[in-house]
């Protein structure tokens, strides 16, 4: 019975000297790994027009329905994407979404990424559809705002040159 007892303390008292294994969250976060799959964003590139050209391949992969995409025209006066056509609606109901990666893995420009946030609540069904405003990223400095005015004939191109798969 005594030995028991001593037995026990002994791990208690191991343990004590240890150092603890919880995290004070949320002052405290652990990083993700870097396979983690959070909340969806929608990238641009450097020079701030957007990456998505509405084309809703995203939205046919998508096993869960979650995504809808809503294409229009881009004009050289009133610019969004390079290319002909832009997602004027872009939303993602995240009730439905169950983090998958189809939709990063399906979209020919790289636009759409599963990134590290996973902070997400929600008040009302309503809050839970993420609309394009609250998916896009901000523009990093120096870059325009979307829509850009730009020259004609610059962008032609929706889906940028393959990279070289031998780099
Ligand atoms: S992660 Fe999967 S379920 Fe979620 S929006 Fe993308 S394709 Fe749909
Ligand atoms: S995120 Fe990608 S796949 Fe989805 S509509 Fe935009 S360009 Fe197409």
């Known amino acids: 019975m005594l030995v028991e007892l001593l037995r026990g303390l002994k791990t208690t008292f191991k343990m004590m000297l240890e150092k603890p294994v919880t995290i004070q969250y949320p002052e405290e976060k652990r990083p993700v790994r870097p396979r983690f799959r959070g909340r969806h964003e929608l990238r641009r590139y450097d020079n701030g027009l957007e990456k998505c050209i509405g ?3 995203c939205a046919a992969a998508c096993p869960a ?3 809808f995409v809503e294409a229009s025209e881009n004009t050289d006066e009133e610019r969004y994407s390079p ?5 004027s609606t872009y939303e993602i109901n995240m009730l439905r979404c169950i983090y998958c990666g189809f939709c990063e893995d399906s979209c020919p420009t790289e636009a759409i990424v599963l ?3 996973y902070e997400l609540s929600f008040g009302d069904r309503y809050e839970a559809i993420y609309t394009k405003d609250r998916l896009l990223v901000p ?10 005015r730009t020259k004609p004939g610059l962008y032609t191109r929706s889906v940028p040159e393959m990279k070289d798969p031998t780099d």
């Open 55 to 57: 084309c809703a391949l």
């Open 83 to 87: 290319g002909e056509r832009y997602a």
């Open 139 to 148: 523009v990093t400095s120096g870059a325009e705002l979307t829509p850009q």
């Open 65 to 67: 329905n979650a995504i």
């Open 115 to 117: 990134g590290d946030q």
